[in-house]
């Protein structure tokens, strides 16, 4: 019997109950299910690759079928790499469409043989982003029914770290990746 293996890629920086609940209508559909992280030197993120794994290990440890791992390059060089047949994205509302949209297109186009699936998650997060979750924390907000529990310890923990360092109180051991300061995207 065919069996459908899946990557779920993104930033996930914070991994937000959008995409949990992304992850797990996917678990239901495909045999397997890889959520892919992306390494982008590009992008100066909140949490360090390392982390984002570590929470997404975490909160997908009682599927089976999900297993966590980060990727560079192209979405779909990546897919090819761990024969997957499909991507799997979330479309939360109409404004997501359109760059979705272009992005699948673009990934026909440069591999025709991977189809992408779109899920919508529940409509309780269709407002929800990982920005958002970044922007709300940041002003003092409070993110735990947005977040899972162990994600939102590490936010707070996070912009803790990055209150003390706009206080003049520079922690020891800031890496230039995943700090807490961060640039708007
Ligand atoms: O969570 P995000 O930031 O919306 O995820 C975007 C992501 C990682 C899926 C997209 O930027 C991507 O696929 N990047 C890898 C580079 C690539 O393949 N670019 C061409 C896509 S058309």
Do not use: W
Request: positive net charge; hydrophobic residues 40%; charged residues 30%.
């Amino acid at each position: 019997m065919k069996r459908v293996k899946a990557i779920y890629p993104g930033s996930f920086d914070p991994p937000t109950n959008g995409h949990l609940d992304l992850i797990q209508r996917g678990s239901k559909i495909f045999d397997e299910l890889v959520v892919a992280i992306l390494r982008n030197p590009d992008k100066d993120p909140l949490f360090s690759v390392a982390d984002r794994r570590k929470m997404l290990e975490a909160m997908t440890a009682d599927f089976d079928n999900v297993s966590v791992d980060t990727f560079d390059g192209l979405t779909v060089e990546y897919a090819l790499k761990v024969e997957a047949q499909a991507i799997l994205r979330g479309i939360r509302a109409v404004s997501d469409y359109e760059y979705e949209l272009q992005m699948a297109l673009m990934n026909r186009k440069l591999q025709p043989s991977l189809e992408t699936v779109f899920m919508m998650p529940a409509e309780k997060f269709s407002y929800l982003s990982s920005r958002l979750v970044r922007e709300v924390a940041k002003l003092g907000g409070a993110i735990d029914c947005l977040v899972p529990g162990l994600v939102a310890q590490k936010v707070r923990e996070k912009m803790d770290v990055a209150h003390k360092f706009e206080n003049g109180d520079p922690p020891a051991d800031q890496s230039s990746e995943g700090r807490g300061k961060r640039k708007k995207r």
